[in-house]
T-cell receptor
Framework: KAGVTQTPRYLIKTRGQQVTLSCSPI?????VSWYQQTPGQGLQFLFE???????NKGNFPGRFSGRQFSNSRSEMNVSTLELGDSALYLC????????????FGQGTRLTVV | AQSVSQHNHHVILSEAASLELGCNYS??????LFWYVQYPGQHLQLLLK??????LVKGIKGFEAEFIKSKFSFNLRKPSVQWSDTAEYFC?????????????FGTGTRLQVTL
């Protein structure tokens, strides 16, 4: 069974630009969550999607958004990039979301210059 | 809101030493508890999980953890560490409420095992 796939693996963007990251969950998984990992703040929850609906959202500004498609693939978008957005962005999928474990992808390393 | 504390930020052990990493959470309701490991250059992997039942759970690679509800703790243990256990370890909590799934992670413990 293929794992969680995130693309691209690495990105370099300039301040003010926007970026879209992609996540393909494990086949059959309907819940996709996104996390930001930085050395200073650790792993922080961004949002979770289940069956194309956002079910939960973390404490991030509106510049961070996401969506989920009917095939459960998900994208997250960050607009008006800031230097502080440099981080490893992790995607996790789980079968239903509740009382199940999350399987993580390798992440997308975003560097904002 | 729930929070997770990992008090050991960096632990250095010799091979064959015993390991115990602390994890405390703050949430008064029902929780699901996890330990994840991140080996250098690799993705987060699940070590073990607790949903209900026996509070002593066994995971992969000889790791175990004990859920002590009265202490809001879920400490990770391994009797004898190996050099290959060098990694970062994260404790995480998911509150068993509603239909949302949101993991709250601790800040992580970097384990360095020396030969």
């Amino acid at each position: 069974k293929a794992g969680v796939t995130q693309t691209p693996r690495y990105l370099i963007k300039t301040r003010g630009q926007q970026v879209t990251l992609s996540c393909s969950p494990i086949s059959g998984h309907r819940s996709v969550s996104w996390y930001q990992q930085t050395p200073g703040q650790g792993l922080q929850f961004l949002f979770e999607y289940f069956s194309e609906t956002q079910r939960n959202k973390g404490n991030f500004p509106g510049r961070f958004s996401g969506r989920q498609f009917s095939n459960s693939r998900s994208e997250m978008n960050v607009s008006t990039l800031e230097l502080g957005d440099s981080a490893l962005y992790l995607c996790a999928s789980s079968p239903r979301g509740l009382n199940t474990e999350a399987f993580f992808g390798q992440g997308t390393r975003l560097t904002v210059v | 809101a729930q929070s997770v504390s990992q008090h050991n930020h960096h632990v250095i052990l010799s091979e064959a030493a015993s390991l115990e990493l602390g994890c405390n959470y703050s949430y008064g309701g029902t929780v699901n508890l996890f330990w994840y490991v991140q080996y250098p250059g690799q993705h987060l992997q699940l070590l073990l999980k607790y949903f209900s039942g026996d509070p002593l759970v066994k995971g992969i690679k000889g790791f175990e953890a004990e859920f002590i509800k009265s202490k809001f703790s879920f400490n990770l243990r391994k009797p004898s560490v190996q050099w290959s256990d060098t990694a970062e370890y994260f404790c995480a909590v998911n509150t068993n409420t509603g239909t949302a799934s949101k993991l709250t992670f601790g800040t992580g413990t970097r384990l360095q095992v020396t030969l």
